[in-house]
């Protein structure tokens, strides 16, 4: 079983619309939760972290984890174009290392 | 801002040469790793490093592979006869006390031929 996993997408979305992505992880010891955004030939950016089980947000973005269940989420409400990039979700396990998923591709169309 | 830096951008090399990609890091950061990209594909961790030394690596991270920090700000990843299936992007990424607060650097699309 994959570290994490992810729906690879792509997604494509109005402008405006709410926008879900996931990813389900197998090691119910993985401790702090990221979600990176990654532009086109470029690096990965940090977008948000969480540590607990629960949402948090930041602007527009809701990161919501439930250990419970071993899923976390990443919501962007009123998305824009500006928001067209693919997604990665990367778990801080141990041993110094992330887990990445896959990456979602996401499309805003004006 | 801070910001990793990687040169070269892009380097195509013929298969069995030797490449060398480099890495600038936060000045202040202590901890450093490289991760690899294939496209289409998710990325993979391949070595971290710490104090002069190997931390931790993947099983990617075998015998062609190497690391070092030969002065005070550059991090290089060698490799040392590369292979067709070694053509990704290489990111290289820091931190200042080894936990999920990484940043990233743009990366080097490595092309093999």
């Known amino acids: 079983q994959k570290e994490v996993e992810q729906d690879p997408g792509p997604l494509s979305v109005p402008e405006g619309a709410i926008v879900s992505l996931n990813c389900t992880y197998s090691n119910s010891a993985f401790q702090y939760f990221m979600w990176y955004r990654q532009y086109s030939r470029k690096g990965p950016e940090l977008l948000m972290y969480?540590?607990?089980?629960g949402n948090k947000e930041d602007g527009r973005f809701t990161a919501q984890v439930d250990k419970s269940s071993k899923y976390i989420s990443l919501f962007i409400r009123d998305s824009q174009p500006s928001d067209s990039a693919t997604y990665l979700c990367a778990i801080w396990g141990n041993f110094n290392k992330f887990y990445f998923g896959s990456g979602t591709k996401l499309n805003v169309k004006p | 801002e801070p910001e990793v830096t990687q040169t070269p951008s892009h380097q195509v090399t013929q298969m069995g040469q030797e490449v060398i990609l480099r890495c600038v890091p936060i000045s202040n950061h202590l901890y450093f790793y490289w991760y690899r990209q294939i496209l289409g594909q998710k990325v993979e961790f391949l070595v971290s490093f710490y104090n002069n030394e190997i931390s931790e690596k993947s099983e990617i991270f075998d015998d062609q592979f190497s690391v070092e920090r030969p002065d005070g700000s550059n991090f290089t990843l060698k490799i040392r006869s590369t292979k067709l299936e070694d053509s990704a992007m290489y990111f290289c990424a820091s931190s200042a006390q080894g936990t999920y607060g990484y940043t990233f650097g743009s990366g080097t699309r490595l092309t093999v031929v």
């Open positions: 969480t540590y607990s089980s």
